[in-house]
């Protein structure tokens, strides 16, 4: 069964809203989660490192006003797309680190259309 | 920017014939995993192969790293149809699990 789970699943927004997504590590704690963006028929791109307890540490070109990253507890990661607009469409993953080997567990992504 | 680049973008080939793709990178990795992802949906987890190993077999699956040059090639033998999905490259330059990946393989196995 999924060990890192995203919600929602698909959400549909208004031109100008914000949209909040969640990560959760179901039955881990991960200190660092990582959060990506696929745009249709690409390949996933790094846009953050969550840090649990500090601030996210962003990929270049990634505008961290727009991309709020939250990782308040050690199995939950959020990010908020502020003032989302139809070019920030896209399919989010994130992504945690479990144990010592440091494997790594994909969420099922959460696909963002913004109207 | 991308790491890894994939090739071919896309294959297409009969269930029974074997699937080869070919990932390359740029820098030093610890390590180089292969994922699939069915449309629209998360990635899973195929296999990983750390930087000091050269061949590592899953299955079906074969994957093969040459650090030398930088290329890693990921075989599926016997394909089903079942396999249909895109395939990426995903290198991590430490072991922080941070990974970057190629521009991934589509392949369409045809029944």
């Known amino acids: 069964g999924a060990v890192v789970s995203q919600h929602p699943s698909w959400v549909i927004c208004k031109s100008g809203t914000s949209v909040k997504i969640e990560c959760r590590s179901l039955d881990f704690q991960a200190t660092t989660m990582f959060w990506y963006r696929q745009f249709p028929k690409q390949s996933l791109m790094l846009m953050a490192t969550s840090n649990e307890g500090s601030k996210a540490t962003y990929e270049q070109g990634v505008e961290k006003d727009k991309f709020l990253i939250n990782h308040a507890s050690l199995t939950l990661s959020t990010l908020t797309v502020t003032s989302a607009h139809p070019e920030d469409s896209s399919f989010y993953i994130c992504?945690?680190?479990?144990?010592?080997?440091?494997?790594?567990?994909f969420g099922e992504g959460s696909w963002l259309t913004v109207v | 920017s991308q790491q890894g680049e994939e090739d071919p973008q896309a294959l297409s080939i009969q269930e029974g014939e074997n699937a080869t793709m070919n990932c390359s990178y740029k820098t030093s990795i610890n390590n180089l995993q292969w994922y699939r992802q069915n449309s629209g949906r998360g990635l899973v987890h195929l296999i990983l192969?750390?930087?000091?190993?050269r061949e590592k077999h899953s299955g079906r699956l074969r994957v093969t790293l040459d650090t030398s040059k930088k290329s890693s090639s990921l075989l599926i033998t016997a394909s089903r149809a079942a396999d249909t999905a895109s395939y990426f490259c995903a290198t991590d330059v430490t072991s922080g699990s941070r990974l970057t990946f190629g521009e991934g393989t589509q392949l369409t196995v045809n029944p």
């Open positions: 192969i750390r930087s000091n190993e």
């Open positions: 992504s945690a680190s479990r144990g010592e080997l440091n494997t790594i567990y």
